[in-house]
């Protein structure tokens, strides 16, 4: 069975600093392009970032651009969101979602078919 999990959410307070895991079972990630979303309470899901199968492709909201970073350890099947200079309006519910490397990467959501179950990330004082 695919499966990703994410783990590595809580609170923080802003300024901080968090990495977010995703870890897949059941398949390996070497060939797929991982996208992280967030949704905070009352709005959309929105793309975050997304990072290549290789790892040497990223891509960030404007919203994160130089406070997140996405990384990958193809060895142990697990993508990294590190997340620095944390503010409240980076609170919500983070996913992690996968796509097979078709060399386009997007931030579109409709365009991952596996997702998992979300962290919570609150930034609060």
């Known amino acids: 069975q695919l499966q990703l999990v994410e783990s590595g959410g809580g609170l923080v307070q802003p300024g901080g600093s968090l990495r977010l895991s995703c870890a897949a079972s059941g398949f390996t990630l070497d060939y797929y392009a991982i996208g992280w979303f967030r949704q905070a309470p009352g709005k959309e899901r929105e793309g975050v970032s997304c990072?290549?199968?290789?790892?040497?492709?990223?891509k960030y909201a404007e919203s994160v651009k130089g406070r997140f970073t996405s990384s990958r350890d193809n060895a142990k099947n697990t993508v990294y969101l590190q997340m620095n200079s944390l503010k409240p309006e980076d609170t919500g519910v983070y996913y992690c979602a996968a796509v097979i490397d078709h060399h386009t990467y997007s931030l579109n959501s409709n365009m991952y078919d596996y997702w998992g179950q979300g962290t919570q990330v609150t930034v609060s004082s």
């Open positions: 990072i290549s199968s290789s790892g040497g492709s990223t």
